[in-house]
Every structure is written in C-alpha cells, then in structure tokens.
C-alpha cells in the first residue's frame, strides 16, 4: 500500500513570494490533515478535511494560508504571501475515517521543508 | 484545552541502556494517547496509541508505554536500547469527541551512545 506522497520535498523562496504543496493521501482515506512543524516543536494542526470539506480550520492564518481538497482526494496548501516565520516543515497526513466518539490513526508523509529567505 | 508536556528535549542512553522518554498530558476528557517516532527528513510514524483498554500499550520495535491517570502520564520506555533508536519522539493526545486532531508536544530527541 501506498503511503502518504508530498511534493516537492524542499522549497527556498523570499519572503512575500507565494508557494504551495501537494499532498496524495493513502487510498481510501477520507480525512486529510495539513500540519505545521516549526523546528524544535512538535506539529501544529493547521487545517483537516473530511472528503472535500473543512472540518477544522481554527489554527489556519486565513489572511495568508489557503487549502483545498478539490475531489476530496489530494490536497493543495497555499502561502501567499510567505513571511520569515512561515519557514517549517509542512507535513500532510490522512486518516481512514472520522470517528464519532473514537479515533483514527494518522500516517503521515514525509513533508516538504520550507525555508523563507 | 488538551496540551502535552515532554520532559527533557534530549534524552542520551548507552547502547543497551534502557530508554525511558516521559510524557504528561492535560486533557479535560478522558484522553486517546499517542508516541510518534520522526527519523531525519522522515515523516511520523505510529509506535503506539493509547485508546482507553489496557493501560500498558505495547507496539512496534520493542517499546512499550503505560498510561497513569492519577498521574497524567505515559511514558514510553524499552529495555534495552538500540543504535536504530536515535530518533525525535513525540507524544500527543486527542480527545474522544468527534475529531480525530492531536495536539503533539516539543518533542525528544534519543541519541545512543555506542
């Protein structure tokens, strides 16, 4: 099986310039989360699809940061326009299902690291 | 609000050692819990979860953890460390609402000594 693909896997641009990432989750899999990992913490939910709709956007910052799952399917995450402390790794997991009072284990990829010059 | 305290940025054990990487949590309901291990330029890959059964959790590679709730614990431990342990490890805790988000801590870093 197939696991979660993120591409491109690094990315260097200038601060005010616009980037995006995409994520193919595990076949199947209808929920679809984009984290936030800024070194030397632990990763930030920014934003989780069920299928093509947002379940949880609370963390996302709306005025520079957008996302969709067109298809309910892949996923594209957008910075536009990029600052010095988006610099992180961006790392896209996806779950089987959404569980009412249980839970799902999340497979991660490999993420993609960018840096913001 | 549910958050995670990972005691010790960097943990450091001889080869054979045992590991022990501990993990509190805050939660208001009754917690899932989880232990995450990232290599470099590597992903999260699932050790264990926690989902409210047996309170000592085994999972992959050897490591094991026990969920303590008078102590808002779970601590990850194993008894005999490996070279193929360094790693980054993280705990995390989601709530068992309707959501499936989790709340990772800081995060520890496992070297092994030779």
């Known amino acids: 099986e197939a696991g979660v693909a993120q591409s491109p896997r690094y990315k260097i641009i200038e601060k005010r310039q616009s980037v995006a990432f995409w994520c193919n989750p595990i076949?199947?899999?209808?929920?679809l989360y984009w984290y936030q990992q800024i070194l030397g913490q632990g990763p930030k939910l920014l934003i989780q699809?069920?299928?093509?709709?947002?379940?949880?956007d609370s963390q996302l910052p709306k005025d520079r940061f957008s996302a969709e799952r067109l298809k309910g399917v892949d996923s594209t995450l957008k910075i536009q326009p990029a600052k010095l402390e988006d610099s992180a790794v961006y790392l896209c997991?996806?779950?089987?299902?959404?569980?009412?009072?249980?839970?799902?284990?999340?497979?991660f990829g490999p993420g993609t690291r960018l840096t913001v010059l | 609000a549910q958050s995670v305290t990972q005691l010790g940025s960097h943990v450091s054990v001889s080869e054979g050692a045992l590991v022990l990487l501990r993990c509190n949590y805050s939660?208001?309901?009754?917690?899932?819990l989880f232990w995450y291990v990232q290599y470099p330029n590597q992903g999260l890959q699932l050790l264990l979860k926690?989902?409210?059964?047996?309170?000592l959790v085994k999972g992959i590679n050897g490591f094991e953890a026990e969920f303590k709730k008078s102590e808002t614990s779970f601590h990850l431990t194993k008894p005999s460390a490996h070279m193929s342990d360094a790693a980054e490890y993280f705990c995390?805790?989601?709530?068992?609402?309707?959501?499936?988000?989790?709340?990772f801590g800081a995060g520890t870093i496992l070297r092994v000594k030779s």
């Open positions: 076949s199947g899999h209808a929920t």
């Open positions: 995390a805790v989601s709530d068992q609402g309707y959501g499936n988000k989790l709340v």
């Open positions: 699809f069920q299928n093509n709709g947002v379940v949880d």
């Open positions: 939660s208001s309901v009754p917690p899932y």
């Open positions: 926690y989902t409210s059964a047996a309170t």
């Open positions: 997991a996806s779950s089987l299902r959404r569980l009412a009072g249980g839970t799902d284990t999340q497979y």
